[in-house]
Nanobody, 127 residues
Framework: QMQLIESGGGLVQGGGSLRLSCAAS????????MGWFRQTPGKEREFVAR????????YYADSVKGRFTISRDNAKNTVYLQMNSLKPEDTAVYYC????????????????????WGQGTHVTVSS
């Protein structure tokens, strides 16, 4: 399994921006689709965005479309989530995830599609 370490979370005012980073270990990062999910207390983990291994294809939850951008740098084994126009409802713990190898379904946003997870980074958006 890939080891993933998120960073970049913090406290920001509504309307502000943050960029999350996820550094991955291992030689095969460029072969895996990657994703970002978020979770608030008492709720299930929610899909935010995902990106294909090449970076060509990206997918977003409707709630973040037009405000968030996922990208990756395969040379640096890193995936990013640029978050703009943040809202209080974006407050959550954000998790980076790597696709579940050959069983990855490129048509699915499900968390079951991902096999390796980071420890999460907290994002708090004040009103």
């Amino acid at each position: 399994q890939m080891q993933l370490i998120e960073s970049g979370g913090g406290l920001v005012q509504g309307g502000g921006s943050l960029r999350l980073s996820c550094a991955a270990s291992g030689r095969f990062f460029s072969r895996y689709a990657m994703g970002w999910f978020r979770q608030t207390p008492g709720k299930e983990r929610e899909f935010v965005a995902r990106i294909s291994w090449s970076g060509i294809s990206t997918y977003y939850a409707d709630s973040v479309k037009g405000r968030f951008t996922i990208s990756r740098d395969n040379a640096k084994n890193t995936v990013y989530l640029q978050m703009n126009s943040l809202k209080p409802e974006d407050t959550a713990v954000y998790y980076c995830a790597a696709a579940r190898g050959p069983n990855y379904d490129p048509s699915s946003d499900s968390s079951a599609n991902f096999g390796s997870w980071g420890q999460g980074t907290h994002v708090t958006v004040s009103s």
